[in-house]
């Protein structure tokens, strides 16, 4: 596999950032390119906001007034990305989590944090290779198994008690 470059940064201030997470969002990273064999090296941005920060940038790209709890900004379309002149690296995009909405979810599921900010990355990661989930249907149950063979590989399978919304 080639390098991959995962570019973190922490613009919220309400929650402080677990010890690992951003280790465990680069394995996520890592994980999806492998299972999808990208065969370039790849550069990612994660950007962690809170609930106001995610709210205004779901009003103001997808013109949705609400929280949510990732958001994806895939740079590429039908496998043609961007590169970085210096590294050489396909730029992939930007994934965008609110870590307060992160919290949320995990206490409702009933898992760890860990599991739910491992999750929402690889869901981000397989929207930014092309994936998408909004018309239901047989691509919604691929991306969903893509999701859970990643989670099971870096150690953080679903529990009993997670409830698909």
């Keep these: 596999m080639e390098k991959i470059k995962v570019i973190i940064s922490n613009r919220?201030?309400?929650?402080?950032?677990?010890?690992?997470?951003?280790?465990?969002?680069?394995?996520?990273?890592?994980?999806?390119?492998?299972?999808?064999?990208?065969?370039?090296?790849?550069?990612?941005?994660?950007?962690?906001?809170?609930?106001?920060?995610?709210?205004?940038?779901?009003?103001?790209?997808?013109?949705?007034?609400?929280?949510t709890d990732v958001l994806s900004f895939p740079m590429g379309e039908d496998g043609h990305y961007d590169v970085n002149h210096e590294s050489g690296a396909k730029i992939l995009g930007d994934i965008v989590l609110s870590v307060p909405r992160a919290m949320e979810q995990a206490k409702l599921y009933g898992h760890s944090l860990e599991r739910e900010i491992g999750y929402l990355t690889a869901h981000s990661m397989l929207h930014l290779l092309g994936y998408d989930h909004e018309n239901g249907?047989?691509?919604?149950?691929?991306?969903?198994?893509?999701?859970?063979?990643?989670?099971?590989?870096?150690?953080?399978p679903a529990s009993s008690s997670y409830i698909d919304a």
Aim: glycine share 4%.
């Design 12 to 67: 919220q201030k309400q929650v402080k950032i677990p010890t690992g997470v951003r280790m465990l969002i680069r394995r996520c990273c890592h994980a999806v390119l492998q299972l999808e064999q990208f065969p370039d090296p790849a550069e990612i941005s994660v950007s962690f906001v809170d609930n106001e920060q995610i709210r205004e940038m779901n009003r103001q790209y997808r013109d949705k007034d609400a929280v």
């Design 137 to 156: 249907g047989l691509e919604r149950v691929r991306m969903r198994e893509k999701e859970e063979l990643v989670m099971s590989q870096l150690g953080l």
